[in-house]
């Protein structure tokens, strides 16, 4: 097993041992896969996560039977949400053993089949055919998680199938018919096309083409918070990224409804706000949605439903010669300008000068990530993106506590490459834990906190609400002294000019660096 995922181009897997699963962590090793003991499995999988976004390749988990298996499982629910493809490995303990025996004893296929894309228990006959269908089923259509349960026994047996991997199937496009002609001549007649582009496309790597059908429309791009850079942001047809920001809405939706053709391509909205619910009417306007797996959805509904690879999808689409005298009334730079209007800094200090401050230091070739809160919303409008996978988050499970891990994932394969994370303090401190493994694999990552004592959006909501402060703040932490006491650099600033001495001190450091950016609490008022 551990061969047919190195073959798949997995070399790292994260997890916490137990006595169940160490010949596989044995097996891991041998084949090649370097285990990073991570401290809570729950980071495990996002770390797991952060280097299929730099490889391609799914990223392993593994966890011991029981607690172990449940403490992984947000991670691996955030992988099915956000299309990630993740192979779970958990130990068990033999079939017939929990017939007598108790002890951590649960139905993990069970509890796992409700949350990844199928579950499989191990046995030594099919090895070969269950690896190669976990792989593949990963990986396919929208990807995600697959569950594989391996029985104690079962591990040290040796494997009796024959070795079988299927071939990979070739990417898909629609035939020729009246519905796609229809489509495509909607197209080249369009007066006022825009271009959604969601997660379904990033996985497939269309970033070509929709560079090639934004320039030959004419249309603006909206992406996903996920999305992002796959135009990039600096284009003068880029929209830059939508999903949970009302003020961007009051940009966008408009424009969405005043189109006459819309061209989705990838767009899956499991990222988008309720806001985003029928977008668009496909009884006034042309809808064209290119995925990757039927709508089941029923978000928004479509003139024109085509299932199959976006690339090749899209290319057979396209008119033969770019579209001129669209959107005539200057639209899109008008709508540029607005949304440069609301997400710009505002003052001195506050969560905006400090994303602005970041970007403008920090290397174009950074990696970002961003856990949730009312910081990502800020920071997935106001981060520019010119690549795609520049920013990683999690807009589909959305859950707190993934940005450090998925920034420790990203930065173990690309270790010479700047990395930053932005963090809640209340989701910093879910997973501080993991500056240790950030030390111990002797990394130089950027954590950067927004210090606010409170769960800021939670916070904003309650009073919008006219309730009263309840169960939203809590006490300082000094982050900067947490971060000195795991082995790394740690940084409180409260200035542009202590921000921008502490970002060049971390991108000189040898070490991880912690740098506690406090702000006003009511900093996102107005903001979001």
Known sequence: MAKRLYAAGCRWAFGMPGGEVLTLVDALEQAGITFVLAKHENAAGFMAEGTYHRTGAPGIMVATVGPGALNGVNSVENARQDRVPMIVLTGAVDADEAHTYTHQVLDQPQVFRAITKASFTLNAGAAHVIADKAVTQAMEGRPGPVHIDVPISVADEPATGEGILRKPALPMAPG????????????SSAKKPIIIVGVDAMTQGAETVIKRAAEML???????????????????????????????????????????????????????RTGWQNPWDPERQVVIDVMAEPNHHYMHQASHNFIGDCTATVGALLPEAPLTDVWAGGEISTARAALDKAFKRQGNWGPDAVFEICRNVLP???????????????????????????????????????????AIGQQIVERNRPVVSFSGDAGFLMVAGELATAAEQKLRTIFVVLVDASLALIELKQRQRQMKNRAVDFGYVDFSAVARGFGGAGHRVTSEEELRNALDQALQSDTFTVIAAEIDRKAYDGRL
């Open 364 to 406: 174009d070739n950074t990696l970002a990530t961003a856990d949730s809160g009312a910081h990502r919303i800020l920071l997935s409008q106001m981060w520019r993106c010119d690549f795609p996978r520049a920013l990683t988050q999690s807009s589909g499970l959305c859950t707190m506590g993934v940005a450090v891990p998925l």
């Open 218 to 272: 004419n249309a603006p791009v909206i992406t996903t918070y996920k999305a992002k850079g796959m135009l990039p942001e600096e284009h003068p047809l880029a929209l830059g990224g939508a999903g949970l920001s009302p003020n961007a809405d009051r940009v966008l939706l408009p424009l969405v409804s005043e189109a006459d053709v819309v061209l989705a391509i990838g767009y899956d909205p499991i990222e988008m």
């Open 176 to 187: 020729a018919s009246a519905e796609f002609d229809a489509a495509r001549n909607a197209l």
